[in-house]
């Protein structure tokens, strides 16, 4: 059994910053690539951004780049999502998410396992 929580979301003004952390246990292993999703009322789930098992490897969505940074602590088995600049249109529900295959990792269909999300609310 996996299990996935998230900390960190919360209210900040446009231009502010949050760190979301997602603490992994179970059977879950550094091995397994992580990502972070969002989903905001009304839309779709949305990939964010995603790690491989070394940290080496880091991929983000074209709305992010460059302003939200992806990170691991194998040691923790914890990962980690650093959001700078906020925009109100990163309003959303973010969840953390386990891979055991590490492939498809842009896509919901990569991910095996899942935390509850946290809600991020950037006012204006």
């Known amino acids: 059994q996996v299990q996935l929580v998230e900390f960190g979301g919360g209210l900040v003004q446009a231009g502010g910053s949050l760190r979301l952390s997602c603490a992994a246990s179970?059977?879950?292993?550094?091995?397994?690539?992580m990502g972070w999703f969002r989903q905001a009322p009304g839309k779709e789930r949305e990939f964010v951004a995603a790690?491989?098992?070394?940290?080496?490897?880091?991929y983000y969505a074209d709305s992010v780049k460059g302003r939200f940074t992806i990170s691991r602590d194998n040691a923790k088995k914890t990962v980690y999502l650093q959001m700078n600049s906020l925009k109100p249109e990163d309003t959303a529900v973010y969840y953390c998410?386990?891979?055991?295959?590490?492939?498809?990792?842009?896509?919901?269909?990569?991910?095996?396992?899942w935390g509850q999300g946290t809600q991020v609310t950037v006012s204006s």
């Open positions: 998410a386990g891979s055991i295959w590490g492939q498809n990792l842009d896509h919901r269909s990569g991910y095996d396992y």
């Open positions: 179970g059977r879950i292993s550094s091995r397994n690539a």
């Open positions: 790690i491989g098992w070394s940290g080496g490897n880091t």
